[in-house]
């Protein structure tokens, strides 16, 4: 079993901001797999499901980002799996471009709180993580209204098609392809 959490914030007015794609992505695999991500537990909404012959829970942690962990580590101790090979953590990076990708089986936070957060509840810094870009922020704007500030028009586009480069990504870690999936997905977008 594999436990696929997605990053964001609980709440309407979190809805579609570039801190929340991890929850956007949840809804994309959900949709595309016929998983209702509903049940309240865990701290998270959750779904259970099967993606390519694996069994699957998804979630999105309903604590808000910065207390991400807490929903992580309950999730973890629940399923009893291992967070070093059946854990995948998606979220917003802004040192990627806008769609871009990057997979990683370890890391330090790079400080974003969330996974600063599931760091310090796990103890360890060893999980499958599929970042996705967000854009690198105006220079003049402050970092909190950038990634919870909503993304353009031009922009929608590109997130939605990493949302379905995102559910490649997450078929290719279910099947224990590690390598290949970052092969294929630590790639430059090309800008336009």
Request: net charge negative; proline share 3%.
């Amino acid at each position: 079993m594999y436990i696929i959490v997605g990053l964001g914030n609980p709440g309407l007015k979190y809805d579609n901001t570039r801190h929340n794609i991890g929850f956007s992505v949840i809804d994309a695999i959900a949709n595309k797999y016929n998983i209702d991500v509903l049940d309240k537990k865990h701290k998270a909404l959750v779904g259970k499901g099967v993606i390519e012959g694996q069994r699957v829970i998804l979630a999105k942690p309903q604590t808000f980002m910065n207390l991400s962990g807490e929903s992580v580590r309950e999730l973890i101790d629940y399923y009893k799996v291992d967070p070093e090979c059946e854990l995948i953590v998606i979220y917003d990076d802004i040192s990627l471009p806008v769609g871009g990708l990057r997979i990683r089986t370890k890391g330090s936070a790079g400080g974003h709180n969330g996974i600063k957060n599931i760091l310090q509840h796990l103890g360890n810094d060893v999980f499958l993580r599929i970042k996705v870009g967000v854009g690198e922020k105006p220079s003049k704007m402050d970092l909190a209204d950038y990634v919870l500030g909503h993304f353009t028009e031009d922009e929608i586009k590109a997130e939605k098609d990493a949302a379905e480069r995102c559910i490649e990504a997450v078929k290719l870690l279910l099947a224990d392809e590690v390598d290949e999936a970052m092969n294929r997905f630590n790639r430059k977008v090309a800008q336009e």
